[in-house]
């Protein structure tokens, strides 16, 4: 049994989540975490709001609220949509807690006290219309790198590089387009100078196993390029407070203290479940494994200046927070970020409602569909692109043809002619034997795929050994063997019905709807997974909502079947509904329309 932290992606609470954002980190880590539990492993998988910085700032500016109004908005919808979806978060939460404060500014103080952070004189953009200091993403402008037009102040969507805010060629203020001016201002810095010796080392020990784009963007920058001093505190008041006196009116950077989210998330979990001291087993223990599940404009936070932070905080972290010695922070073991998914052949636009979003396609759809086509399109190594005509067809012809088709016509049979229970079969035939030993083999094969991040790989491979159960079943055609011979059409059941109660199991990660549906028509009366609810909590900031899921008599295991003869089955209905191929037309409509 390991410990598993399935960190995920924090969105920020100035927008809606459309399905790129879906396909990017959030599905593809509930389907890690739910093999993991499957497994048997202990998996905490945290995330939460990201309500501070910029963006939330500009969003308040444009709707005339307060940032604090817009992140709860946002926050909630998000709570919605995800547990519509099944993303099954151990704890999702927001930065905007007391703890996270506390977690943060601790971060903060260990890596000052270790010689990780210096204060320094800086230029900052400042805007003479609006009377203050522009956050780096407040300001746009041409990148000096690549010559996008469109960069932003902290990174540049055209090259994908972290800028230096003061480069910007023909700046503009992102809130009014007013020309801004460079002015002296005091801030403190992480000093990545310092710290790449102990990056370079901490990623060249994962090289062998990261995916190439992750690499590239981590080590390849590093080695070309060298890691340099990077301002954590900007002069913005809506955010954590700089720990340190005479600091007034300064605030941790958002990117900063975003990512801390991932620890202070685990330790409000721990503390929710009344195991204030849990969270070690994810953290300090050096066995445990910590997977970040992110889209591609986060791989340098993650793969080289959160692990920054970590090897800076070393053991002070601790000392500071609960004054024991001698305990480190575990270091990222794998950051499987993917690439961007498209819409229809464009760039997914909020702005331009480009997009597919999330709560919106769950008013008209299942989850389950949506679950599966971002799997078998997830971008997992080039960005990919969403198409809904190939959405209708996809579920039509596989996710309902191969395997909603499968299950019920098999459990619709069967339920008619044995009196609703498992039939008793004859001595298995080597036919039998064979689908047999080849669904159960699905348990390597996919839970390798799984293991390893390569999810596209292993939902195909299990629709794989759901199309060899219907060439199988095709074959013996228990429908005509009946009529003949009921007992070698109760054979056939019998090794049909183990075969999908395996596929069940093997396929949940991605679909767990359909499969818990399934489990129940089975006849098994405790649930596959744990159950998920929302639940508002209060401190001293106000109250946030959070997600959480607890096990409960949640039953399902990696195993393959051993369904018994005789067991009772209940009234099946369909798994999954037929789409009609006009809604391809009718969705496109609404794109761009706002
Ligand atoms: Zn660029």
Redesign the pocket.
Known sequence: MKDILVAVAWPYANSQIHVGNIAGSYLPADIFARFQRLSGNRVAMVSGSDSHGTPVAVRADAEGSTPYQVYQKYHATFLELFQKLGLAYDLFTSTHTDNHFRVSQTIFLALLENGYLYADRQQQWYSPVSGRFLPDRYVEGT??????PN?RGDQ??????L?DATLLINPRSKADGSIPELRETVHYFLDLGKLQPAVVEFLKERKDYWRPNVLNQSLGQILAKGLHGRAITRDLDWGIPVPVEDWKGKCLYVWFEAVIGYLSATIEWAQLNGQPDAWHDWWTSPAARAYYFIGKDNIPFHAVIWPAQLAGSGETFVKIFEEVEGQALVLPFDVPANEFMNLEGQKISGSRNWAVWGLDFLERYDPDPLRYYLTVNMPESKDTDWDWKEFIQRNNNELLATWGNLANRVLAFCYRNWEGKVPQPGTLRPQDLEILTAVEAGFKSVGEHLEAVRLRAALAEGFRLAGEVNKYLDSAAPWFEIKTDKSAAATTIYTALRCIDSLKILLAPFLPFTSEKLHQFLGYDAPLFGEQWIEELQDGLGTHAVLRYRPGNASGSWTASSLEPGKALRQPAPLIKKLEESLADQERQRLGTT
């Open positions: 990148c000096y790198l690549c010559g996008y960069a540049c969507d055209g090259c994908g590089e800028l």
